[in-house]
């Protein structure tokens, strides 16, 4: 079996599909593509794909992953890459398929971070910190020691000290009035935080609540963690041949 | 339409459950250049997205529409409860999943009615569109409503919500309805004008075109055309051949789970086998068959386009279909190499059927089922369910054999002619499948466990053109009376401790008589349920009782008259107009033949003349073989 990585993308109408159903998607288009993948064995055999960090419904991205067992030793990638594009539905892309070292770790277990580029529904944005306020609550957020913010559940509420899970914090220069906020922040499977605890951490600062369903979300990319505790692109690990 | 093409926003679209069964874009869905579209068709499943996506007849017909060039067909499904709020509050029109644009600005509107109780969801969707509910009160603002399926069969409760039914199989008639409509048009015609003349279309009923007349005790003296040539009798349509005809070769793949999460290939059409209680049997006759090639061509090519893991099979009786054995071979093979699994519904569990279960299905996790409908052999008689109780048990004994331990039974309670030993039959039965495995498995070989049998019964309701139509049916009571006697009668069984039973809700089975069996008047009923908020009332926690009642009361119906009452062999029906091939004089001998408990052979041993035949088609003697 040879282990390969796939990227893709979550665009438009598709962001409302949920993460089960996503798999359920290209357990179809795997085969509508007619790939060679890797079953696992017993009654009811199953694909050998395992996904990195789940994304929330309603978000879109550019840096999903999906890792797939397949049964070619030496797999034309191009030609997956082609094949799963042509089976696939708009929205969702295949950006690269890439041949993974066989001591690779696998999508799930690897990921350690992401980084998101956020902004404001325009339905919404008028309840929400305009631009200017935005860089001076990031800036302020910069000179504090912590940054607790208070997480509720139905059942559990605790306290997360946000600082220590994020990465990089900033705000896009570029020529629009609306905010767009960059973050890379913590993904792992034990201390994953949601891009949506910063920023209603940062709006906090200034008493605001944001509404419900204000924030358009682009998760970017996906990084796994290097020996020197540098962050590599998941897309980083693999070969193209 | 929100800059994703979608027509909800992406606050409504976050704050419901599943927001996919709203944004369309599913693989195979389609979408056409509007400048070549002459006739935008939308069709309905009156029900939420996961039932109405597993319907194979607007598969068919959904494919069917688009291999037309001039015509895109599109879908729509009754939004959620928490969706219809929203969109009742905030004036938000349907719309349909490909267009993503109102549901209003379509020709035709196409709704399947495959069961009673979604009713009241047909008048959500048509209020949410905007259309009047009455088919009167429309103009060319509106699209045409057209009704279709199993329920139309009697179409009269509901026949002041719909401008055309089409009463019989979609494959044969909707190129001829759509031509007239590109005609009527271009010309100017006007609505009513071209409703006439879709009348004069074989299987094309207009309800507003016709009348009833009552007779002093409320049953119909008269039902006739208001105007001079229109059909006073409307047949049936069929399709004649059905390995030439359409089957969707790329049917749309829902991105969540559906109730059909799989390819489904239809085998046949039609069932030989004349249960009396049994409307789809009597609705598909003649009994018509694909071939073998031409399934396993369709199966392939839709396993390639949908990448589904799994195939079912489809038909009202599966183990009837002449060339089982050889379709199944082949596909088997196939189907591993292509890691595919195979279901079996509506299987008669022998020999064959338990070979080939064993082949397909993992013993550990599936089920062995029985549909004896009746507990006693004199009431399986009486239904002409030709299972007897030796066949139940030898078939029940080689599973026990081959490692099953799961048993489903099905049966109905309040079938005519029943009385309380038919009832009891029930758990003596079950016990004697509990017996079987306790002798036939040592202990020390039970790996699978003891032995479990479910035993469900539904409530029976009287349908149209079945032998059945003339009965009454029992009241609430009187069918909780015969569920206790059922469940006693388990729980006195020596082996009670393996046998679980459930039953269906009561109160839903008189209202569904009503809606089966009902006229005219009873669409003043359905309205008033609506207006008081019915909706989803075949999901039992959207059902409520009073609201049916009271909107009797209020429209000075009597339930009992509907579901409780014996009819008279002169009585003319509502559904009396409607020709379905099978004879009035053939269903009222068969009701006769179940007073005595007499046996009619099924449609392969012998041809009984029950008029289907008039068809020309299938299995009845003398007909067109293709």
């Known amino acids: 079996m040879t282990k390969i990585r796939i990227r893709f993308t979550k665009h438009g109408a598709v962001r409302y599909i949920g993460h089960l159903d996503v798999m359920r998607y290209f357990q179809k288009t795997i085969r509508r593509a007619g790939i060679n993948v890797s079953y696992s064995g017993g009654y009811s055999p199953h694909q050998i794909m395992t996904f990195a960090a789940p994304l929330g419904v309603g978000l879109e991205s550019d840096g999903e992953y999906m890792d797939l067992g397949i049964e070619d030793e030496k797999p034309d990638l191009a030609m997956i890459k082609d094949s799963l594009n042509a089976s696939s539905v708009p929205g969702i892309r295949i950006l690269s398929v890439k041949k993974l070292p066989e001591d690779a770790g696998n999508a799930m277990a690897s990921v350690y971070a992401s980084s998101y580029e956020i902004s404001f529904y325009d339905d919404k944005k008028d309840q929400c910190p305009d631009k200017d306020l935005m860089k001076e609550l990031i800036s302020r957020s910069q000179t504090l020691d912590t940054m607790i913010y208070h997480k509720e559940t139905k059942k559990t509420s605790r306290d997360i000290d946000l600082k220590q899970f994020i990465y990089e914090l900033y705000i896009k220069e570029d020529e629009n009035d609306k905010p767009y906020i960059c973050m890379t922040i913590n993904s792992s499977s034990s201390d994953s935080i949601k891009p949506g605890f910063v920023m209603e951490y940062l709006c906090g600062l200034e008493d605001i609540k944001l509404p419900d369903n204000s924030l358009q979300i682009t998760r970017l990319d996906m990084f796994t963690l290097g020996e020197n505790g540098e962050l590599i692109s998941m897309d980083d690990i693999g070969s193209d041949e | ?626």
């Open chain 2, 1 to 626: 339409m929100n800059s994703d093409g979608l027509f909800l926003s992406n606050d409504i679209l976050m704050s419901i459950e599943k927001p996919e069964r709203y944004i369309g874009h599913e693989v195979n869905s389609c979408i056409k250049a509007s400048e070549d579209i002459r006739v935008r068709f939308i069709m309905c499943f009156p029900d939420v997205y996961e039932i109405g996506m597993s319907h194979l007849g607007i598969q068919i017909l959904y494919d069917m529409f688009n291999s037309f060039p001039d015509v895109w067909c599109e879908r729509v499904y009754s939004p959620w409860v928490d969706l219809d709020k929203i969109m009742r509050e905030k004036n938000i029109p349907l719309f349909s999943l490909e267009s993503q644009r109102p549901v209003k600005e379509a020709d035709f509107l196409g709704i399947t009615i495959q069961y009673e109780m979604c009713y009241t969801n047909i008048l959500q969707i048509l209020d949410l569109s905007g259309i009047a509910l009455k088919a009167t009160d429309r103009t060319w603002d509106d699209p045409i409503v057209i009704g279709g399926g199993p329920c139309t069969y009697n179409p009269e409760p509901i026949a002041e919500f719909f401008d055309i039914f089409y009463i019989g199989e979609g494959e044969t008639r909707y190129r001829e309805l759509l031509d007239l409509y590109e005609k009527c048009r271009d010309e100017g015609t006007s609505r009513e004008e071209f409703l006439f003349l879709a009348s004069q279309i074989p299987g094309l009923y207009v309800p507003s075109l016709y009348q009833a007349e009552y007779n002093d005790d409320l049953t119909i003296k008269n039902f006739s055309p208001v105007r001079e040539g229109v059909p006073a009798k409307v047949k049936k349509e069929v399709v004649k051949d059905l390995d030439n005809t359409y089957y969707p070769q790329k049917p749309v793949v829902p991105f969540i789970r559906c109730v059909q999460d799989r390819v489904v290939l239809e085998i046949m059409r039609g069932c030989i086998r004349g249960c009396r209680f049994c409307q789809a049997g009597e609705l598909y006759r003649p009994v018509r068959e694909r071939s073998v090639d031409k399934l396993l061509e369709t199966v392939y090519k839709m396993l390639d386009s949908t990448g589904y893991e799994e195939v079912s099979l489809s038909s009202l009786s599966s183990s009837d279909y002449t060339h089982l054995p050889e379709l199944l071979d082949k596909l088997i093979v196939e189907c591993e190499k292509r890691k595919v699994n195979i279901t079996l519904p509506s299987l008669r569990i022998d020999a064959f059927s338990l070979e080939v279960m064993n082949k397909v299905e993992d013993i550990k996790k599936t089920s062995v089922t029985f549909a004896p409908e009746a507990g006693s052999q004199r009431l399986r008689n009486v239904i002409n369910k030709g299972l007897t109780e030796e066949d139940i048990l030898s078939g029940s004994a080689q599973a026990i054999k081959g490692g099953w331990t799961k048993f489903k039974f099905y049966f109905m309670l309040g079938h005519p002619f029943e009385n309380d030993d038919d009832i009891l039959g029930i758990g003596d039965l079950a016990n004697k499948v509990a017996k079987e495995f306790f002798e036939l498995v040592p202990k020390e070989e039970r790996k699978n466990g003891p032995i479990s049998i479910t035993v469900s019964t539904s409530f029976f309701v009287p349908k149209p053109f079945t032998a059945f139509q003339w009965a009454p049916q029992c009241t609430e009571e009187e069918f909780i009376r015969k569920a206790y006697l059922c469940r006693s009668g388990i729980a006195s069984q020596l082996n009670q401790k393996r046998i679980h039973y459930n039953w269906h809700d009561a109160d839903t089975s008189v209202i569904e008589a009503l809606l089966a069996r009902g006229d005219r008047r009873v669409s003043e009923v359905i309205r008033k349920v609506y207006e008081k908020g019915g909706i989803y009332d075949a999901w039992s926690d959207y059902y409520f009782h009073e609201r049916w009642m009271n909107s009797l009361e209020e429209c000075g119906l009597d339930i009992g008259f509907y579901a409780f009452r014996e009819r008279n062999e002169e009585e003319i029906f509502p559904w009396d107009f409607i020709d379905i091939g099978v004879s009035k004089k053939f269903l009222y001998n068969e009701y006769k033949k179940a007073k005595e408990g007499i046996l009619t052979e099924n449609c392969r041993v012998k041809c009984n003349g029950c008029g289907a035949g008039t068809f020309g088609a299938g299995i009845c003697p003398g007909a067109y073989k293709g």
